[in-house]
């Protein structure tokens, strides 16, 4: 346990529940930010930064910029040694549109943060529903997929009907009016027909990748058990 | 103009504004009920009670009830003859569940009582794709389509983005939860990625009929026109 | 099919369903929109841009705007060459106040990219009714009517008894406090007295002209056919 | 002041403010009315109870029911002696729908209990838009208006910008889905684009005929003194 | 009847229901700005600009702010002559705190645009109950309270139980978390324990002082008359 | 710690936290409810149920019901030995309306349970102001103040500022509409000008006598080892 | 595929997405319920009826009743040969309190009707923490966790933080006032601190069932192609 | 009582209920923030100022700077002369997360300016739950316990099961999406399993260290009157 101005990081979580170190950066002053950075650096782990402003990376110290492998898109920054990633395509990320990619760019950082690779499925929407059928043996090669979408939301409606594979859902903040900020793809992914959704909050491409690795994890554990 | 214990009725409207007088049934009391239908049945036109609860129409005198042609699944009754319905396919009402069969009836009262048959097709929600996948040559036939969809109401979006013709989107307050009584359904009609969708309040198949029936008179007048 | 940097582009939609494909440029990073026009103007077909905002358009390089057709009031580019516009004046946008001008002019930009005039008639609403009463006639003159009102959106209720049209009612975000940010507009129009409303999103200028077009082409199609 | 079982009363607020005690029934138990009942019974005052439910009425003992005046469709009861009713006709009650009547009741009993008559104007909404001019003028020879509309609420809006008296809105709970339970038609009165409407709560008939009493207190005895 | 670019102007509004034509600024244009004070600087009328953003009216073209009697902290602007104020002290404004002080004085210039003064009471909050007592007899004096209050919005409903004149609440948008930009001071006022309260809109000091002219043209008219 | 059908109770609390175990029985089966009786009753120890419907409990077996001593009008039971009341009055329940009194008693008698008299002072809202002025000295003599209230819920605000002990605010349902069933007072209870006072939930009069009850062991420990 | 009165079964899903048809039973008519057990009776298949109001299964014709395994608590039926239970303990259900116990049924009936025991761990809520520290071991034992909590749902975030397997949370509606009947646990686990919890909808045990059915099957499908 | 350009100031505060006159800043002017600096710094009192903006703050002039004690993380001012500070350990301010640490600020500037300090445990969320264990002797140390927390806020829960001391529970604004800006870590506070939370507003620092001031307060008498 490591201790400084107030922070409390908990490096052993990778032993504990199977992924590393992640910290939210909206709501903290500059100051916290230096500080995590200072800390994680001087050690060999490695986190990943989330919902970290382009404008407050930006004013950061150079020296500090320096420890940050940061990604405007995603508004990510990893600090730290990156595992190597595996090659084998075990998690496909589906959205169903281009402004949704900044969502997926955070579910495939948080994924090869932990060493994962992913196949990146985009501008699949249903309302044009050959773009998803002509791709949808290529997701189901995939053991777990992670479906992005905005407004209605009826991209994982369809898929959930179509292939058998956990699908975890992340409703996005895309659209108006009555997209109300994410809450409809939200609320319309939670009452969905399709059996056997499970959904993660508003643009939390994050906690959609931890959701994933919870399953790899299993994955791997029984296969290791099963020899 | 008819005036009797502060009703008003609107007996002209057919020729204003193309269909014929409706009551809106709940919030009424049985004494105002009772008028409605004295009123009307002593003349040659024709109405349409909506949300007439079962348990109050129970309740209203015999004499009264025999004036009404009424229906339990979608709470509708219809005082006076009821014209001789047209044999032309013009219209499906396509649902995604059985849960929403109260609402198509509505629908399809309100169409019947202005002189129109309708096409149903129930059960076809996009969980289950195949299931509208076999139906759509079939909607393709008609010229105006109602879609009716609770919980996630993902079947305008699919069907909008495969078929050209005006579609008029019921939301159904199916489902619990995060369903919200039909605001995620009407929410997610309303941020559809499908474009040019209409939508009409929840549960409200007697609007999606008006709707519909707007566009009938139109192109009934086009063509009258055209010749 | 095209695709270029996760973009998959649906250029048979205008004969699937009846119009031409738009963007929602709102979410999208500037490398998206390059993306975008490069893509398109290299066809001959022609894109709606939408929601987008004049400070991004600003900012894209010289040649990438040389090839958009902007407005500002309505937030939306034009892309390759608009269809030479009909004459008949076929749709009427009426608006309560002059507030609700920029989704006005998004509906009517969106008519004239697939080839539609539209008459504009706004600053009516009925908290002055003589500014309605006056028009009404012109109003009765076409075909389909759009009704862009904000607040207490009472424009379509009124103007829903006085004519027989098809009513696309667009609730518009003008209005402050219990304007809910235009749910307030968008809710009255669901639970208007005046039957056979339909309405889409709010500030949807986009939607409106859409499902105004789907009735055109149905139209168009009926006459054709019946000839 | 007398208290009784844990009741305050304030029988001097005629006095004070303007108009007698009256008891929100709603919430309060058997027991608790009695009290309130024997209390006032013994006294020559009068007070009016609102919302009070049919069947707790009907199962009061007979001799604290054989003290009340009880109308059910408003769902008041009055105790102690109504005093004359002034002639003049002073106050309109102008509705949208007969299925706003109870509250319509409501406003007029309370002004009743006052030593006020009231003018009905009922089912004169906005949907219709001649029902409501033919009877403008007689609303126009009222000092003070009172507007009870439901679902859209347009009829204060048009109201108001056609007369120049003080109009106090009362949105009801008719209506469904999007009415929200009387929530759009009290945010429609609130943003509507007429100046100098004020509102009261949703289906609070007794609230707006105070708001009513207040101000011809005020004109009483403005002419008084003017004198 | 005026009609410039989409404007269509209501001169008469002041003889016809009793004030004079005001612009809601928020959300148009500079160009539409313009437009409105080109056609009334040009007539002897005055009206007032609503929610008028000093950064935009800085914006304007110095010929055109040369026209605007701007005041920054109510965000309102006065074009033309204002008629002389009466001396009589009818109307008192009183507020809770001195955060609400822009809406106070946007009521307090819509009565001065109609020709009255009001007297200001400000920083009288209940939670320091004192501050109201000692100048109770001052706002007793006047024939209308206009009670302005944010947060808990506790002034009215203490103020209302100790004065018997009208009183129009206005809630504001001060505040923050569970004051829910005015919406809790908004429902606090409707659902008052005191009787006969009438409230506008969040912030809507203009809507409360037109509420307040129609009383006080109603009482001149009667005075006239009764004469 | 005991396990009987998936119960598992925690008889240990009074020693940790203050206070003695409570079941909340509304969501649980007569079966639940049967097992947490016979448990209970074979010990010691005492407990209150809350939220005990007078329906459900009626439908008890008689055995059952014996040992439950069983309050209609707060919806408790209490089953075992009550501890003897403390005489000192450290505790005053202040309400606004009788309307509270529900929560009121489910206050009472969870301090009941715990060994502690209350003083109820009830009917005191702040629209009659003098009510509450009586009877501030008699507030003023307990330690800690519960104050109760809906609609509005001024009374905290103003009682907060005339009072320095510990004030626990609890918001209660009374009242429709913008009471919005007990949001309204608690959002004003939580955005109250006055400092420093604690809210708890809706209708939770259990969870204000023990956040009381905290503070009254808080106090005899002080002084206790201050002695 | 087989059709009856508007229903479209969908008997190939076990197939296709790993677990059999279920019917949502609220909001269908009897007559409708009757299809749908005589339509399943008819084959060898076996499906699960939630939401099966106990009044409306009690009204159903006796030879219908004979057809389904009715359980009450969980208000499910299953119609046809259920599979014989797996006997590994792979899933285990952590439920905060009793009052969650009929959402816990829900979600062991939808395991043993496709084929899973399930382990209950009821009564665990970490308000008393060592109720839950006791059987973490236990827990830890199981593949994956469904962890169902109302009210704060504080429960799968500590969970969460303390074993690294696949959790799914089911928020449920237990609780009153700010619960907001479910809307704030299911907010709480969505928002929670806990990296990679999944989500399901209010009192949605069936769903959390199926999320975890697709895990099994996930696991099931690698440990035989890993042979 | 002292007023200068309408502003009332309740000097006598402290005396009467038990801490200093504080300014919320936040919707005041310049000019405002100026008079209140002017005229506390002409005493010998000493009040805090809340929410000051620290770009507000900046552009105030700089002998009106050189009277405030300004602290940017907290965004409070202090005018005029703390108390010495009592050494003894009688608040903890325990915190779920470093994002919280502005509201924590607030907490302890408040508990300053009347002459308190507190402990500061910050980063000790749930989500590992080892981080508060090895704090819980040190917070069971202190007479009263603030517990800050934003997102799912699980803390208090936890806390209040293992510590018998007051805790007032402050939500804050930490989190996106369905954390809504604080509301349900506001509702999960509310309806958290542990008895006897109390609850402040939404970042509220300020009012919790008030509540907790109170009891001190009654402390200090009650051992006083005790001697």
């Known amino acids: ?25 909206e709501g903290k002053s500059p100051r916290q930010l230096i500080d995590v950075v200072n800390l994680v650096s001087a050690r060999s782990s490695c986190i990943l930064m989330t919902r ?6 930006g004013a950061l110290p150079d020296n500090v910029k320096s420890f940050i492998d940061f990604d405007a898109e995603s508004r990510t920054g990893i600090v730290g040694t990156v595992p190597s990633l595996s090659t084998a395509r075990r998690i496909a990320i589906v959205a169903a549109g281009t402004s949704d990619f900044s969502v997926v760019r955070e579910t495939e950082r948080t994924l090869n943060v932990n060493g994962h690779e992913a196949t990146r499925i985009v501008d699949v929407g249903v ?58 793809a939200l609320n319309a992914m939670l009452a969905s027909c399709t059996s056997g959704l499970s959904v993660v909050n508003i643009d939390n491409g994050f906690g959609a990748a931890c959701a994933a690795l919870r399953i790899l994890r299993l994955l791997d554990n029984v296969i290791a058990s099963s020899r």
Do not use: K, N
Not at 5 to 25: K, N, P, Q
Not at 133 to 143: S, Y
Not at 156 to 165: E, F, R
């Open 1 to 25: 346990v490591s201790r400084s101005s107030d922070l409390v990081f908990d490096f052993s979580r990778a032993e504990r529940i199977g992924f590393a170190e992640a910290v939210l950066c």
């Open 127 to 184: 309302a044009g529903l050959w773009r998803l059928m002509q791709r949808l043996d290529e997701i189901r090669d995939h053991q777990v997929v992670i479906a992005v979408a905005g407004m209605d939301a009826a991209l994982p409606t369809v898929l959930g009907g179509l292939i058998a594979s956990p699908i975890i859902s992340v409703p996005t903040s895309t659209g108006y009016g009555a997209a109300e900020a994410g809450r409809t």
């Open 52 to 57: 970290l402003d382009p404008t407050i990376y």
